[in-house]
């Protein structure tokens, strides 16, 4: 799995984040539906791990902190153009 610069269709990452030992992560600094800064990251999985995930329906995130876990999320639609959409209402049970 490796990170793309397009984020979208059209639309490019505007800024690079960086870590010591790491490679530049290209992510677009936007804002999400209801007006929360966000940054958004693209990634192209290899074909054998789109098998995977086909096949296995799994995927995992992991947060190198050593603080607290930051606010994340994991996504298959595009989130530079959810604000176009009708904001989805979750209710907790």
Sequence with gaps: MKPVNMIADGV???MAL???GCGDLPVLRSHDAFGT???VSRW???FFERIKVLLFGD???GVITAESQPPVYLTV???VFIAFRKPMIVRQT
Excluded: G, H, K
């Design 12 to 14: 490019e990452a505007n």
């Design 18 to 20: 960086t870590a010591p």
């Design 37 to 39: 800064p966000q940054m």
């Design 44 to 46: 192209r999985l290899s």
């Design 59 to 61: 995927m995992w995130l």
């Design 77 to 79: 639609d595009n989130p």
